[in-house]
């Protein structure tokens, strides 16, 4: 990869980029949390940017949101008071996804026109673009899923919409590194390390889509102890369930999300551990203890949210984390792609090489 002098206004803008899109996610999982995304029925990506102005304005909104089973099985009664303030955390978390939209494009196009982007770069940014907008559109499916005689979300649309989020945080984070650390020579060999660190990548993701299953199916409410599911490690209402039944019900993807914690936790443990054995370069020793610290801290506070029965704060520090988690492990793969020299002391296999 060719790189230009590093723009520290280029730099600066896609930092802000990951910014928006975490308080994106901290937004939607309070939007989610109170009971809120579905508040909103229609999809106006222009007129939709101005909440309702005046009473009648309100009053006509609620009467749409009445038409819809959310209303006529779950919220039946509830006042106009009640109505707007469910309505506005689904008005934040969608405005905000209209500001993300106007803080990337308008940028991308002021350094476009001054050149100040690497062929390499308009590539990427292209496809960080085309993320955003997949982005919003399945934003948008995920709420009709829940416009249904079934007013509930599907969990498989949630955990997508969450996957694309993450991913769109991946790809900025993953250029912003290409930007300021640049891989100047990749390892011809790989380290056992780089070849963990996207096993570990890929665990910590399917943690993340387990916990989507447990938020959308509202499986975190039930059984709040720990470790044993009311005195069960597998509780008996799991028995006879078929395969296919698995990922839609929600004991057993609690059961999974509780268990499979300590697989992603085990899978950073040993990264961390061949990373001290192996790898000299302090930053990425300083990036991976930082991953293991907020791994075992993502951990307890999985249970902590879980006894404590979902706690608003607790349940969107925990998504926050996650995110977190998850952007320390797409740098820990970065960093490991080159090539370094080897730790002293530490002895390669007489079937590998190493750079």
Do not use: C
């Amino acid at each position: 990869m060719r790189q230009k002098p590093v723009s520290i206004p280029v730099v600066l803008w896609l930092i802000s980029g990951i910014v928006l899109v975490v308080a994106m996610v901290i937004i939607g999982g309070i939007t989610r949390l109170t009971g809120s995304g579905l508040s909103i029925t229609e999809w106006n990506l222009i007129s939709g940017t101005l909440p309702p102005l005046s009473e009648s304005d309100w009053l006509v909104m609620f009467e749409k949101y009445k038409q819809f089973p959310e209303y006529q099985k779950l919220n039946f009664g509830m006042t106009l008071s009640g109505f707007k303030q469910i309505f506005m955390w689904e008005y934040l978390h969608r405005l905000l996804g209209r500001f993300i939209g106007i803080v990337f494009i308008v940028p991308f196009l002021y350094f476009l026109y001054r050149k100040m982007l690497a062929t390499w770069l308009v590539k990427r940014l292209i496809f960080i673009l085309l993320l955003g907008m997949a982005q919003g559109v399945m934003g948008w499916v995920m709420v009709m899923s829940g416009l249904s005689e079934m007013p509930h979300v599907s969990h498989y649309r949630l955990a997508a919409h969450l996957s694309l989020a993450l991913l769109l945080v991946g790809v900025i984070l993953w250029t912003v590194a290409d930007l300021v650390a640049p891989v100047a020579h990749k390892s011809a060999a790989k380290r056992p390390a780089y070849t963990l660190s996207w096993l570990v990548l890929g665990a910590i993701l399917v943690q993340i889509i387990l916990g989507a299953f447990v938020a959308g199916l509202k499986s975190g409410f039930s059984y709040n102890t720990w470790p044993l599911m009311q005195g069960e490690f597998l509780p008996g209402v799991l028995s006879g369930i078929s395969v296919s039944e698995f990922f839609d019900n929600g004991v057993a993807v609690q059961f999974m999300h509780r268990w499979f914690a300590f697989v992603a936790l085990a899978g950073i443990v040993l990264l961390w551990y061949q990373v001290k054995q192996q790898v000299a370069r302090r930053r990425t020793q300083q990036i991976a203890n930082l991953l293991l610290l907020t791994g075992i801290a993502q951990v307890l506070l999985g249970i902590f949210t879980l006894v404590l029965v979902v706690p608003i704060s607790l349940g969107v520090l925990h998504q926050l984390v996650a995110v977190f988690l998850f952007s320390l492990s797409v740098l820990t793969v970065h960093q490991l792609r080159q090539s370094e020299p080897v730790k002293a002391g530490y002895v390669a296999s007489p079937y590998r090489k190493h750079a």
